[in-house]
């Protein structure tokens, strides 16, 4: 029963990489202008049709669509992801160069996002009500309405300008450079989940087998912890999963603001400049990465609730 | 509606008139906000100039007036077109079910995996800038969500007697959907659509702060803020204004969005 | 000397008293009924001996001494102590007797090491035979998770996990009222056979007067807040005093001579409440 379990992950994987690439391979198509006038800029003015229409061909760019797709697909699987069409570098090449930069960064604000958001979302939880969850509320509020660009240029003049205590320029390399950036990124997404755990760990408590777990005099952490917590944290691990793409296209905008030399910054470039190869390479590492955090957020809530497999599979 | 308390109705009101005043205001500016001048660059705050000027002399406070008619305007659009698509096609799916609710949903569920942000800047920097192109990039990524929502809520829904007795006297499809569905529905996700406004405005906002947004001359603060990201240093005032203006306006939204959501739950708690 | 007195108790919510003037003795080896309809205020008088009253609610008068120790003035420690190792409850929710997503074997283990440290294998025999004394299948049940589980199995399990450390007190709060006729039957006798055999002190909550009053020894009937009458079953099943007890009694369908309307409970608004 399991490996037919696996066998189903396997194929809609499978299935899920074609549709994804073959909407990256569209979405190109839709590109206004031409792909060869755009690599050659000035100098295609000067040329013919029919030398245009000559390189045209031998790039391919003249072939059924179904050909070209083919082609590109195959030319994938080899790893070659073509050229950039503002830098002339191999595209896997550029990716390679900033993906490290990103992920950094992403991994710096899901820490600030977790450091953040459970202790606060916890704290209101036990105070419903009270001040500190008013406090924490405004709090809430405060950086849902806060445009983290924004936020971003202020803490800047703040540390960087004013107090001279932070680096203007996120840099991955140092704490003190990647902790304006992270923070940026982090903070505007703590409002939804202190909002969530603190509404999860109150709908848990009131439920009976809290008050069973108290009436077989088992302490009031171990309960917290073990029984209410583990409960309470399956939807926040689903938020996590959606959450997940929001970051990484917040981290497009928070590159740009700490000029930190990432895949946002890369892909805003590329878009600008129609570099096609590029956005396509782009948007495929976008899917996989989305489809890779699904799974393990999938795995994540199994650990948390082994009951699930079994109950769906007792439902059938 | 007209039952409503006190401060029930204060922040309707107040919901409502801002609103106006951001739509509206732009036929009132005491300047033109494209009017540059250079003679008068960073002038500071003033009678003459409330908010000072910025760096090609234009009027800030104008252009912040203009610059809220076009961020509200553009995120009404937005929620407007969303809403019809995402009700209408949630409201066939839900209702008609088989072949046609699983193409949708499976559409649905192909747009949901990508990012939103990201598909909206690469849809605009596909389309190029300018007001109605942004309003489809971000309705591109906002229709799924309203579709989803009322789809679930006809799904319910339909199996309940009143549509039963509707479909046995007779009644055909379309006139079950619009008379007693569609109602329904649209009362649900309209207090989703309101919370939404101050979050499709930040949208809007840092596309525009990218620069795929709404384009100059026009007025709009994400775009205000861009401009003056490289006086930052020497002039803040040109980025703490549209900044704190964004920043205000998404709060009074949200805050009396949500309000106005928890007097709807309320009054539909008590129906029930 | 009976195991549990309660005397004069009084429990509040934010002021406002619920239950009053409760008055309750629990001989030791006996299995006692609370009976009353629902608001009675039966379930809160339950809870609030194990100290586990819902947030708001608090034993505002009246002391409780439970073998000799007063209750109401040890600290949280020492309570959770007495908590399933001296007093035990079993709920009418039986999915809410255990955590759903932990297996059963588990939070048996955990109920054993809050109060005891026990060797894991010996533990483990102790869960299994204690399993297989409620006529369950122990290896199946001690692996598998609660939903797996049929409710009067859940019952009895829940039953087991409350006699695993052998209480004096078994606090069984309307354990059958959501189960079907069957199970009801099971889980009555299961009881009565865990009384006859550890001598467990039984505290029986329940509406349902027709079938307890063949296990109970002694009944307290409450009503609106207050016990109207208490005292062993037969007395009170030859002579009910107070008019909500024979209005009780009287409205039990009878299965010869069936009227036919049942009667209606006929009780004035301001009915002496006291004691009888």
């Given at each position: 029963m399991k490996k037919r379990g696996k066998l189903k992950s396997v194929v809609n994987a499978i299935i899920f990489f074609f549709l994804l690439s073959i909407i990256c391979f569209l979405v190109v198509q839709l590109v206004p202008g031409d792909p060869v006038r755009a690599r050659l800029g000035e100098a295609a003015a000067v040329m013919s049709k029919d030398e245009l229409n000559q390189l045209r061909d031998s790039y391919g760019l003249n072939d059924p669509i179904i050909i070209q797709y083919v082609k590109w697909l195959g030319s994938i699987f080899q790893g070659d992801f073509g050229k950039s069409l503002i830098s002339g570098q191999p595209v896997v090449l550029e990716i390679g160069r900033t993906i490290g930069t990103t992920l950094s960064l992403a991994l710096g604000a899901i820490i600030v996002m977790a450091v953040v958001s459970i202790p606060l979302g916890i704290v209101c939880a036990k105070c419903k009500d009270g001040l500190l969850d008013k406090i924490v509320n405004g709090f809430c509020m405060f950086f849902t309405a806060m445009p983290n660009f924004w936020l971003g240029l202020i803490l800047i003049q703040l540390f960087?300008?004013?107090?001279?205590?932070?680096?203007?320029i996120g840099s991955t390399s140092t704490l003190r450079g990647m902790l304006l950036p992270c923070f940026t990124l982090g903070v505007t997404f703590t409002p939804q989940y202190i909002k969530l755990l603190r509404q999860n760990i109150i709908e848990t408590l009131k439920k009976d087998f809290v008050r069973a777990a108290r009436a077989r005099g088992i302490s009031e952490i171990r309960i917290f912890f073990f029984h209410i917590l583990r409960d309470a944290f399956t939807p926040v691990l689903t938020l996590f999963g959606i959450s997940l793409g929001e970051l990484l296209g917040g981290a497009t905008i928070t590159e740009q603001i700490y000029t930190m030399k990432g895949l946002g910054m890369l892909s805003l470039d590329a878009i600008k400049h129609a570099d096609i190869y590029m956005i396509q390479a782009y948007l495929l590492l976008v899917g996989i990465c989305i489809f890779i955090s699904n799974a393990l957020v999938d795995a994540g809530c199994r650990v948390l609730n082994p009951a699930i497999d079994i109950k769906g599979a007792e439902k059938k | 509606m007209k039952k409503l308390a006190r401060k029930d109705r204060i922040y309707i009101i107040v919901f409502i008139s801002y609103l106006l005043l951001l739509i509206f205001g732009k036929y009132f500016t005491?300047?033109?906000?494209?009017q540059a001048d250079m003679t008068k660059m960073f002038a500071s705050f003033s009678a003459n100039h409330l908010l000072g000027t910025d760096n090609l002399g234009r009027d800030v406070f104008s252009r912040i007036i203009a610059g809220g008619h076009t961020s509200v305007f553009t995120s009404l659009m937005v929620i407007l077109i969303s809403l019809v698509t995402g009700v209408a096609l949630g409201l066939i799916s839900g209702y008609f079910g088989g072949a046609i609710d699983w193409i949708i949903m499976r559409m649905v569920d192909t747009c949901m995996v990508f990012p939103a942000t990201i598909i909206a800047i690469i849809v605009s920097g596909i389309l190029g800038g300018g007001t109605w192109n942004v309003i489809i990039s971000i309705v591109c990524v906002k229709w799924f969500q309203y579709c989803r929502v009322s789809r679930s809520i006809i799904v319910a829904e339909k199996e309940k007697e009143y549509v039963m007795s509707a479909k046995l006297d007779g009644m055909k499809s379309h006139s079950i959907m619009f008379k007693h569905l569609l109602p329904f529905v649209t009362s649900n996700v309209m207090t989703l659509a309101v919370v939404d406004i101050g979050r499709v405005v930040l949208t809007v906002a840092s596309l525009s702060y990218l620069g795929f947004g709404i384009q100059l001359p026009n007025a709009e603060w994400g775009l205000m803020l861009n401009e003056g990201k490289q006086f930052f240093s020497t002039h803040p005032i040109i980025m703490i204004v549209p900044g704190v203006t964004i920043f205000m306006s998404v709060m009074i939204f949200n805050f009396f969005g949500s309000r106005i959501q928890q007097m709807v739950d309320v009054e539909n708690k008590k129906e029930d | 000397m009976s195991l549990l007195e309660i005397k004069d108790w009084e429990i509040s919510y934010k002021g406002n008293p619920?239950?009053?003037?409760i008055n309750i003795s629990l001989e030791r080896g006996h299995c006692t009924a609370i009976i009353g309809e629902s608001g009675s205020g039966k379930s809160i008088t339950a809870s609030a001996i194990g100290r586990i009253l819902p947030n708001g609610l608090s034993i505002t008068k009246g002391s409780i001494l439970f073998d000799g120790k007063n209750l109401a003035d040890i600290s949280e420690k020492e309570m959770r102590e007495i908590r399933g190792k001296k007093i035990s409850y079993i709920f009418q929710d039986y999915q809410g007797a255990f955590t759903p997503f932990i297996k059963v074997g588990k939070q048996f283990h955990e109920t054993i090491n809050s109060h005891e440290k026990m060797d894991k294998d010996k533990q483990k025999k102790l869960i299994l035979s204690k399993i297989e004394s409620v006529g369950l299948d122990a290896e199946r049940v001690y692996n598998?998770?609660?939903?797996?589980?049929s409710g009067g199995q859940l019952q009895r399990c829940a039953i087991a996990q409350a006699m695993i450390l052998e209480p004096d007190l078994l606090i069984a709060d309307e354990p059958t009222t959501a189960l079907d006729s069957v199970s009801t039957i099971n889980v009555l006798q299961l009881m009565k056979k865990i009384k006859e055999e550890s001598n467990c002190t039984i505290l029986f909550i329940s509406h349902d007067l027709r079938t307890v009053k063949k296990y109970a020894d002694e009944l307290v009937i409450m009503y609106k807040g207050r016990v109207v009458e208490r005292g062993t079953t037969e007395e009170i099943v030859a002579h009910p005093k107070h008019i909500y007890t024979k209005n009780l009694f009287a409205s039990i369908p009878p299965l010869r001579n069936v009227p036919e309307r049942l009667p209606l409970l006929n009780i004035p608004e301001n009915v002496d409440l006291t004691e009888v």
């Open positions: 960087a300008v004013n107090l001279k205590v932070l680096p203007a | 005491p300047y033109d906000p494209n | 619920l239950v009053r003037g598998s998770y609660p939903f797996q589980m």
